[in-house]
């Protein structure tokens, strides 16, 4: 069955929370909105169970439970033999969970019979704030087995705003969420956790999106207008107006992942990309690139004798770089020059030994500034910086003044004004040596062409993604920039 797209705004529990009650303020009774969850839940459970099949809903003392209860009612109207287990006391049950599990007239079974075709997951929603703790509950997830599993809302045990469990948590086969995905449905683990996803309209009108200030989304072409800011290449253009890219590089020992990143640059769609290489590594550059220009020279003084030619329009650090000790001063050379810059790798290494320095000179700038750190480079960079993955590269962004694209399976991009995106297209095959200096090469040269910083790290990277899933297992980061054209081209047929 073909599923529109899921809707891209993410939101927190606190957000969701709110629109409950905004639809409720607007004249929407809570048991309707319960039972139109309920019902999506059933809808869910009939594609995943055979007609007539045993279906146990496990249940539990919240509002999650009470769309358990509606689910387990209509399934039985449509002819499936249900059973219902309730983790707490029935008598305990308030509101519109009290409610609904009164209108179930088939019992409570003590012990869940995991004999069955499917396990409707009904216990904690994405609100649970704390572990759930090991005992009974435990010792029936434990039971769950292979099982399929249909989870309502999020798996239990999974916290909706970090994707993190502290306790146990159930692995869902399928989850059914409602109104819009909440965070920890894209942050990993808990995308692996939640399974397929699928998001039920349960009557709560999209206008209220607007009073709940969510800045984070999915990201993808069609979200924050990145689509509309790609770079096309005018009819009269000419290499000189797409931009001029340069890629410092650093020493012979590991020179190609400037190449790697040049190459990305180009194939982006970079006008010209130049390497700035240090003469040990000139002729292994030189043996290698064809379309790419050449530059010797990479000490500080030189870097800012070359960035003085403002028809360099971005210039990429890091990758290859080195950590020598000229190193922090060829980083601040290239963050002082009037060129958008893309700090990777070494460069934020180096920058960790004096962060306040390299952060007071990005607040200094009128250009923009895109870091990518993976987690080991964030942690070294932001050492006092805590919380989820999103919250973390929200932080880092206010903190350091740039983009920040905190890499990962489930990268997320922040910027300084709030804006966030996660982002879910990358494949497992993508952690492989050299595709981050890839990745790195499509930041730099979309910030070559004039794209707007963040919309250029969000499209670098899901770009990135995309090469991967298109070229499948088996990939080097040499494949990346060559399936570029093909995304590319799809990417720009969708929107003409």
């Not at 997830?141 to 399929?148: E, L």
């Not at 003044?401 to 995106?421: N, Q, W, Y």
């Not at 993604?465 to 995304?487: Q, S």
Request: proline share 6%; net charge negative; hydrophobic share 45%.
């Amino acid at each position: 069955m073909m599923r529109k797209p899921a809707p891209s705004t993410l939101l927190t529990i606190e957000q969701m929370t709110l629109a409950d009650r905004m639809a409720v303020e607007a004249g929407i009774p809570f048991l309707e909105l319960m039972e139109n969850a309920g019902r999506a839940v059933a809808d869910e459970a009939t594609r995943m169970a055979p007609l007539g099949g045993r279906i146990l809903v496990m249940c539990g003392p919240g509002n999650n439970g009470g769309d358990g209860f509606v689910a387990a009612r209509l399934l039985r109207e449509r002819g499936y033999r249900v059973e219902v287990w309730l983790h707490g006391d029935r008598d305990r049950l308030k509101g519109s969970a009290a409610h609904m599990a009164g209108l179930w007239t088939g019992g409570i079974a003590d012990e869940g019979d995991f004999d069955v075709d499917l396990i409707v997951d009904a216990v904690f929603g994405a609100g649970l704030t704390r572990p759930i703790e090991f005992g009974v509950l435990t010792d029936q997830f434990t039971r769950i087995c292979d099982t399929p599993v249909l989870s309502v809302d999020v798996p239990s045990g999974l916290n909706g705003d970090t994707g993190q469990a502290d306790g146990p948590v159930v692995s869902a086969t399928r989850t059914v969420t409602f109104f819009r995905r909440k965070v920890g449905h894209v942050l990993m683990p808990g995308r692996a956790f939640c399974g397929e996803i699928v998001v039920a309209d349960i009557g709560i009108p999209d206008s209220i999106l607007q009073g709940l200030s969510a800045s984070t989304s999915v990201n993808g072409p069609s979200k924050w207008g990145w689509l509309s800011h790609l770079p096309r290449p005018r009819l009269d253009g000419h290499k000189y107006t797409r931009g001029h890219a340069v890629v410092v590089s650093g020493g012979i020992e590991m020179c190609g992942a400037a190449r790697l990143c040049a190459r990305g640059a180009l194939r982006v769609g970079a006008g010209l990309v130049t390497v700035a290489s240090p003469p040990d590594a000139l002729q292994a550059h030189a043996a290698q690139l064809n379309a790419t220009l050449l530059k010797t020279g990479t000490a500080p003084a030189d870097i800012a004798q070359l960035l003085a030619d403002t028809r360099f329009t971005a210039i990429g650090i890091g990758p290859g770089l080195g950590r020598a000790d000229q190193a922090m001063e060829q980083v601040m050379a290239v963050v002082a020059s009037n060129a958008a810059v893309m700090l990777d790798a070494d460069a934020l290494t180096v920058a960790a030994a004096s962060p306040g320095l390299l952060f007071r000179a990005i607040a200094a700038r009128t250009r923009p500034v895109v870091l990518t750190p993976h987690e080991g480079e964030f942690k070294r960079l932001f050492p006092d910086v805590t919380g989820s993955k999103l919250e973390r590269a929200r932080a880092a962004a206010k903190t350091s003044g740039g983009i920040v694209l905190l890499k990962g399976p489930d990268t997320v991009i922040a910027s300084p004004d709030g804006r966030a995106a996660i982002n879910e297209n990358a494949p497992p095959w993508l952690a492989t040596a050299g595709s981050g200096d890839v990745l790195a090469g499509f930041v730099t040269g979309l910030l070559a062409q004039g794209m707007p910083a963040y919309e250029a790290a969000c499209a670098a990277v899901w770009l990135h993604g995309e090469c991967a899933n298109g070229f499948g297992p088996g990939l080097i980061a040499e494949d990346i920039p060559e399936a570029l054209p093909e995304v590319l081209a799809k990417l720009l047929a969708i929107s003409s």
